[in-house]
Structures are given as structure tokens and as C-alpha cells.
């Protein structure tokens, strides 16, 4: 009879995830995360099977956490939709900015492993939808508003404003100063707003 599980397997997915978000998935040993999760080799590979489904498991959990965050800043109640945008650019700007470090789990997964590993490459793919699918409905909802040109693609707007914010992380990775990640999202703000 197999014994109950002592541990909460939130808890060890949030420790590989930090594990993995400061090393890298090919630098992280298991020897890494037996230390970072206080579990031994079998109960890791007993509860998650190997390293590369213990990482599938902590980048989905960071990708489904994103975009709820994003989801929250771009729907949220009480302002415009032009003004959610704004708030949610600026953000990111702001976060990019302070995090000189670490930058994106995501991002790093998908530069590391996207070309080689088709799921990661999938979950990747899945979250910069869901995250576009988001700025186009708040882009169609500041056309209504009358804040953004009801003539431009919000389709081609929510693509650029994606890049736009991907980009950022680059940039702050490449030593731009903070100073000139946040200026240049007041820029593309006022690129995009029609007053």
C-alpha cells in the first residue's frame, strides 16, 4: 500500500518554478530541486514523473498566473478602457524596469527551450495569445470609447503593443536604463491615442 503524500505539491511546484526561473531548466539539477523542494529524488519522481514534467507543470503555473494578472489590469472595473491599457503598459514598464535579474519565466523558457521542445514552445504560444486576445478586446473597447482611432487594426495594434511589451525585457536585459524603458511607454501611448 503506497503511502500518503506528505507534502503539498503547490508548494514543491512553486519551489522548482523559483528553481527553475533563476537557473535555467538545463542548469537545474535534480540534486537542484531535491534541495529547493526539501523532497528526495523518489518522492519527486514519484509525485511528478521527471524534470522535464515538473517544469512543464511550474511554467504553466507561472504562464496561467500571468495571464490572470493581465486579464485582471485589462478588464478591470471602474476605468476606461484606454486607461486600463495605459495602467497595464506602464506596468509592465514599471515591473521590467525594477526586476533586472530574473525578467520573465516565460521569456527565458522560451528563448532556453521553444526551438527544441514543442511543448514548451506550445505553452508559450498559448499564453502570448491569450495575452493578445486581451489587448484587442481592450483596444476594441477604447475605440468605442473614442480614445483610440476606430479606423486602426485592432488586431495589428494588439500585436504591436505585445511586441512592444515582450521587447521591453530585452532591452532591460541589454542595460537600457529605467528611465528609458518607462519614457519609451509614455511614447508608444501617445502613438496610439488619438488625444
Given at each position: 500500500?503506497?503511502?500518503?503524500?506528505?507534502?503539498?505539491?503547490?508548494?514543491?511546484?512553486?519551489?522548482?518554478?523559483?528553481?527553475?526561473?533563476?537557473?535555467?531548466?538545463?542548469?537545474?539539477?535534480?540534486?537542484?530541486?531535491?534541495?529547493?523542494t526539501s523532497l528526495g529524488r523518489g518522492s519527486?519522481?514519484?509525485?511528478?514523473?521527471?524534470?522535464?514534467?515538473?517544469?512543464?507543470?511550474?511554467?504553466?503555473?507561472?504562464?496561467?498566473?500571468?495571464?490572470?494578472?493581465?486579464?485582471?489590469?485589462?478588464?478591470?472595473?471602474?476605468?476606461?478602457?484606454?486607461?486600463?491599457?495605459?495602467?497595464?503598459?506602464?506596468?509592465?514598464?514599471?515591473?521590467?524596469?525594477?526586476?533586472?535579474?530574473?525578467?520573465?519565466?516565460?521569456?527565458?523558457?522560451?528563448?532556453?527551450?521553444?526551438?527544441?521542445?514543442?511543448?514548451?514552445?506550445?505553452?508559450?504560444?498559448?499564453?502570448?495569445?491569450?495575452?493578445?486576445?486581451?489587448?484587442?478586446?481592450?483596444?476594441?473597447?477604447?475605440?468605442?470609447?473614442?480614445?483610440?482611432?476606430?479606423?486602426?487594426?485592432?488586431?495589428?495594434?494588439?500585436?504591436?503593443l505585445l511586441a512592444f511589451l515582450r521587447g521591453?525585457?530585452?532591452?532591460?536585459?541589454?542595460?537600457?536604463?529605467?528611465?528609458?524603458?518607462?519614457?519609451?511607454?509614455?511614447?508608444?501611448?501617445?502613438?496610439?491615442?488619438?488625444?
Amino acid at each position: 500500500m503506497a503511502r500518503p503524500r506528505t507534502f503539498d505539491e503547490a508548494d514543491v511546484v512553486a519551489a522548482a518554478r523559483d528553481e527553475f526561473w533563476s537557473r535555467g531548466y538545463a542548469a537545474t539539477s535534480m540534486d537542484d530541486l531535491t534541495t529547493a523542494t526539501s523532497l528526495g529524488r523518489g518522492s519527486l519522481y514519484g509525485a511528478f514523473g521527471d524534470k522535464h514534467t515538473l517544469f512543464l507543470r511550474a511554467l504553466d503555473g507561472y504562464c496561467t498566473a500571468a495571464i490572470d494578472e493581465v486579464r485582471a489590469e485589462l478588464r478591470e472595473p471602474g476605468l476606461r478602457a484606454y486607461d486600463r491599457l495605459a495602467r497595464h503598459i506602464r506596468s509592465t514598464a514599471a515591473s521590467v524596469a525594477a526586476d533586472s535579474r530574473r525578467g520573465c519565466l516565460m521569456a527565458r523558457s522560451a528563448a532556453e527551450l521553444a526551438g527544441s521542445d514543442d511543448e514548451i514552445a506550445r505553452t508559450v504560444e498559448r499564453t502570448l495569445a491569450a495575452w493578445r486576445r486581451e489587448l484587442v478586446d481592450c483596444i476594441k473597447a477604447a475605440q468605442r470609447e473614442g480614445s483610440i482611432d476606430p479606423n486602426e487594426n485592432p488586431q495589428a495594434l494588439a500585436t504591436m503593443l505585445l511586441a512592444f511589451l515582450r521587447g521591453m525585457e530585452a532591452l532591460g536585459k541589454g542595460g537600457v536604463k529605467p528611465a528609458q524603458i518607462k519614457a519609451a511607454a509614455d511614447e508608444v501611448l501617445s502613438l496610439i491615442s488619438v488625444g
